[in-house]
């Protein structure tokens, strides 16, 4: 029985006659494999517990009321805001951070930003050699 050299292959050094569409359910199952052996660490994984934190501080502006809320207390579980408010139930490990004479804004996002201004590591250096420049020596830069 003979064979074409086109449909050869060489394997642990004897010729195997292989197909076309062998060789690619070959290549197909290979990858399969790889991206298998890639998901094994992942199923191995345990989702760790769930951190708690207290925020406790002077006041509270929840942005529902028109007034201050005291004694300010927020919960926050994983990473969000689980509870506002003096009646909002504490987990027992929750590790309690006491800011004291502050004002707690859950939920405010700060989006203050300044997008004309350059990045400077000394920002004060910066503005003061900005202020001793003349006039037309800042319109050139």
Do not use: N
């Amino acid at each position: 029985m003979t064979f074409p050299a086109d449909k050869l292959l060489w394997s642990v050094q004897i010729f195997w006659p292989v197909s076309e569409e062998l060789v690619m359910l070959r290549r197909i199952m290979a990858v399969a494999v790889l991206c298998g052996l890639a998901l094994v660490p992942a199923i191995g994984q345990q989702k760790k517990a769930a951190k708690s934190y207290v925020l406790k501080a002077a006041r509270m502006f929840d942005g529902r009321s028109s007034s201050l809320v005291a004694p300010g207390v927020v919960i926050v579980t994983d990473g969000k805001i689980a509870g506002v408010g003096a009646g909002a139930s504490v987990p027992e490990d929750a590790e309690v951070i006491d800011l004291g004479d502050a004002t707690l804004l859950p939920g405010f996002i700060d989006a203050h930003t300044h997008l004309t201004m350059m990045y400077s590591e000394d920002y004060s250096k910066a503005a003061l050699d900005a202020l001793r420049k003349p006039i037309p020596e800042m319109a050139l830069d």
